[in-house]
Every structure is written in structure tokens, then in C-alpha cells.
């Protein structure tokens, strides 16, 4: 009788203790997701992006949400991040789309285009004007979704050993610059090359390259290309870089919505943290370059070569339009909503800076 | 005993149901907080940001962190929201610290200044340039804590009855201007006025006030004052007017560590998110006062004007900073700042616009 009293206690007691231990266990299943990023370990700014986001996760979540990132020097395949998030060996990335146009040319719209919006007004454009739906148009293809990751603010033009004082100077000009903004110097007689990294100021320096662009005083200082070319051109290739996350469809649809929630917010945030960020390490290095070189020599590009630029990209977007429907509602949907809101950058910041000089 | 061993088991019964209930109530304990807002009901882009705000904040808690909205409407005390939020009788408000400078003249600096920072400048210096430090150091004073609330962008200069040709023409100029703005013009010989927002578009149309200014177009067009007013001059005394949350600090700290972090990034996000809307808006809406009124002449103040206005905003931050170590210390950062960032500025977003047109 004892004997059987107490195993029905026990028995009791076990599957009260299963009871008492399970809904924690399921509130607390932590999901995990491994980001593959394009850049380095420790990569300034773009770096701190994807560290940010997985420390808000890990909090927000109360650890239920756990981001590993690895970085190129683990994953060695920096623009293969593409297809590793595609095929789910990665569940998310962080890169940029402009580097998937070889796969899909539509991706190429939505980090910047020569002549394009700047970052408030491309934001705008994303989250307000209709961004986001074409971006989900081209990804629901690939299994991806695709977020905006981090803006650099607007590029500078690059460092240059001569002056460029009109189109004939482009002619045979041997620059570093990719992607489309590269199309359209070649359109002008320009030698557009690809060049590593790493070999960049060395090719600077010794002359193999005419010219480089990289991204601004943010992300330049490091390169050093300050000390070997004295020209600086304000920039028209790139007046908005929006860096990219992917999510794995199929790994997105398996989160529960608050985290999946608390990972759209996070990604959003992160990318809008770096555009500030961004800004600030534009602003303090290029005070740090001024006070070390104090000879660089700030350029715009003469109102010629602009046009003649605008005019070789307008052509380039024409040829790409006719190509592909989903190509031509995209450049519309930028060309219409950028035609609004440029008149209000014109009135609002740029009369403001303007009118202090 | 029959009787004896029903009861037992009952016991048994009721501390396992209990013991299963419990953890789920205790991961499900449901924080409530009240947010005041000086806005009224269903004021567009301000009152998107906090129903954004609830909304972020509601998902990715899993329904554990509710805020409910009180607009003005309700509480009936605008400006009054920040007594309410150190007196702990709403736990959140929605507002603009320059409205409590008459309780405390430092808040004053936390919202935008005269020929001060333009958005992009602004979000660096509270991230990265010390800002958020320097608002803790003023709002602990007070027992809240204080963040970033959504941006308009820069704020138009306003809308003219007659064109401003010389800093004579400002003499006895009668505008609706509050703030620290209005004390600038005020040195220059203008008559500010202050004016409830339901009485402007009469005072403007029947000359009762010479001039006026509200936001921008984003707010500007249902105000209808471009049907009535030739003028509308571009910015100097908002460049980047950014809204605020407070939080009273006690309930802040009776959040857990995961609910804290929710409402920060939730707040942060709606933040930058209502600048991309504002910017979106009025892009839209500067399209629709141009298409109904065509001969809306836009106007910046000549560089005498401009100027003027420099010296008098450059003397009155002088006699504040004399009065004050912690107002000297906010000026201080804000102008060394501004030297630094403005000069990316200029060579960024504002060369590539100029090199456009």
C-alpha cells in the first residue's frame, strides 16, 4: 500500500514537473541564424552594422534569437553570399545588391545609381514611395527576402592624379570604378578596371590607374590614397549606398512572428544606425585629412562632363528598360519618385547649406 | 477516506495547475504604459510615429509591453506633458524638448537651433558626436529620460506676404515664429507673435500677421496657407526640427532588461522612421501646392539678411552660454560639431545637388 501510494506520487510529481517545465522550454526555444557578411572581420562601419543587429536580437529577444556572423575570412566567398543564403547554407547576409546583377540584373537597382537619389531621399523611396514592394518583386524570385543594410551616404567621385577638365580628358582615363557607373565611363572613352582591394594604392600610386573611387573620408583615410593624388571629385556615381540583409525565405517563414518581427525592426534600425554612423566617420576623417594633407583639392566635375554623363547613364537605362518589363517599372517607379522629392532636397537642405556660404 | 484521498489529489491537482500556469504568467506578465502626446488625435506623421511606435513595441514583445495613446484631446494639457511625465501620471510622452525650456532653459538645445544642424548632422551628433550624452545630462535632472521622437526635416522659412529685401524690411515685421528663433528676429526689430494653430490662416489672410511659419509642406498644405500668402522663403531657424520621447525613469526601470531594450530600439527606429516619412510627404505635397498654385514664388533671404540673422543668433547663444556651464558645454559641442560634419555636408549630398543643376 506505502509502496503503491508512493509511485502514483511520484508518477504525480513527474508529470507535474514535465508540466512545470515545458511552456518554459517552448517560450524559450532559441533559434539561431548564421549570417554570411561580404567584408572582412572587423570591418569598420559595415562591420559594426551586423554586430549591432545581433546584440538587439540577443536582448530583445531575451536570447531567443541568436545572429552568428561570419565574415569573408571565414566563409571565403565574399560575393558568393548571394547564392549561400539562396541555397540556405547561410540563413541570412549582409552584402550589397548591386553585386548580384550576374544573377539577376533587376538586383541592381536597389543600392544606387549614378545620378540617383541620396539617402534620405532613397529611404523615403524604400519604406514611402514604393521601393520596398519592387525590391520584394525581384527577391520573391530567389527565395530571399532582401532589406536595406546600412547606408555609406553619398560616395565622392574618387582621387585623381589629373585634373578633369572635359570630356576629352576622360578619354582613355584608367579608372577603378564598377558596376553601371563604370558602363557609363566606358560610354565616354574611360578604361573602367577592377582591381583588388589591396592592390589599390600601390596601381594609385605607381601610376597603372589615372584614378579610384572607394567610398568617402569614411572609409578612404584607411586607404591612404589622400597622400599619393591631389585631386578629390565630389561624386555623381553613387549618391546613396545602400548596403543589403537577405533572409532565407523558408528560415524566415519558420521564426515566430515577434522574432520575426524584432529581426525586421533590428535590420531596419541597424541600417539607419549606419547612415549616422556613416556620417559621423565622414565628417571626423575628413577633418583628420584636411589637417594632415592640407593641399588635397576638393573638385566637382565641370557642368560638360556632367552632362555629358547624365546623358550616357540616361541612354544606358533606356537600353536596360527595354529588356525587361520588371527592369523598366523599376527605373520608372525611381525616375518619377525622384523628380518629387529632388525639388524638395533643393529647397529644404541644399538652399540651407547654400545660403550659409 | 475516499473523501480523505479525493481531496488530496485535489490539492495535488490545484499545485500542478498552478505550477503549470505560473512560469507562463510570469514570461507573460503584461507592462502597460501610458503615452501622453501634445499632438491631436490622428495628426498626421507625428501621430504615425507613436501608433508605429505602439505597434513595434506590441509584436515583438509577444503582446508582454502595451502602450496606449493619450493625444491632447484626451489629456487636454499639450504642453503640459512633461510635468506629467516626471510626476509619473503618464509613463511616456510624446512632445518636443524645446517646449520645456521655460521649466528648464537647457532642454531648449535638443530639439534644432537657429543655423544649426541640418537632420543627417543632427542624428550623427546625438549617435556618435556626444548628443545623447548631453541630453542625460539634462533630463536626469528631471527624473526621464529622453530620446530622439521623428524629424520633419528642414523647416521652411515661412510664408510671406511680402518679399524680405534687407534686414530694414524685418523692422515691425509681424510673424508667428516661437522659440529661439523668434528672439533672433526680435534683435533684428521684428514683432513675433504667437498665434493658436486654428487662428493662423485668418491672422496671415487678413494681414493680422505679416508672416508665418509652420513646418514645411509635409504639415503646411492642409493649412491651405499657400492660397493666401506669394512668399514661401527657405530655412535658417529649424534645420532639423526632431521631436522627442520621454520616459519617466522609475518605470523605466521596472522593465525588464528585454522590454527596455524593445522600447529603445522601437523608439529609435520610429524616430528615423518619421524622418523618411516627412521627407516622403513633402516631396508629395510640395508637388500638389506647385501643380494647384503654380506662381508660389520660393525665396531664401538675401546673404545681408542671412547674415544679420547669423550675428544676432551667434550673440544670443554667447549670453547663454555665459549664464550656464552645462548650456556653454552643449553649445560648445553642438558648434565644434557642426564645424566638422557641415564640411562633409558641403563636399557629399550638397556638391552633388549643385553640380545638377
Known sequence: MFKYKFTRKMIIAATCA???????FSADKVYRLKLAETWPSNFPIFGDATKNLAK?????????????????????SPFGVFDMVRGGQYDMGHSASYYWKGKDPNTLFF???????????????????????L??????????LSFP????????????QKEINSVADLKGLKMRIPGFAGEVLAKLGAKPTNIPAGELYTALERRTIDA???????LDLRMGFHKIAPYYYTGWHEPGTELQYMVNKKKW?????DLQEILRVAMRLSAYDMYAQSYHASGENWAKMKSEFPNIKVKTFPKEVISAMEKA??????????????AKEIIDSQAAYMKKVRAWSEISDNAYLNSQK
Open 18 to 24: 514535465l508540466a512545470l517545465i515545458n511552456p518554459v
Open 56 to 76: 538587439m536580437v540577443q536582448t530583445m529577444s531575451n536570447g531567443r534569437l541568436k545572429i552568428t556572423i561570419d565574415s569573408k575570412n571565414k566563409h571565403k
Open 111 to 133: 543600392t544606387t545609381m549614378p545620378f540617383g537619389m541620396t539617402a534620405p531621399e532613397q529611404y523615403a523611396w524604400f519604406y514611402y514611395g514604393g521601393g520596398m514592394d
Open 135 to 144: 525590391m520584394k518583386k525581384v527577391y520573391d524570385r530567389h527565395g530571399i
Open 149 to 160: 543594410g546600412g547606408n555609406t551616404g553619398n560616395q565622392m567621385g574618387g582621387w585623381f
Open 212 to 218: 579610384l573611387e572607394w567610398v568617402g573620408p569614411s
Open 253 to 257: 517563414d519558420s521564426l515566430p512572428a
Open 313 to 326: 547613364n540616361a541612354e544606358l537605362l533606356v537600353e536596360r528598360a527595354a529588356k525587361d518589363p520588371l
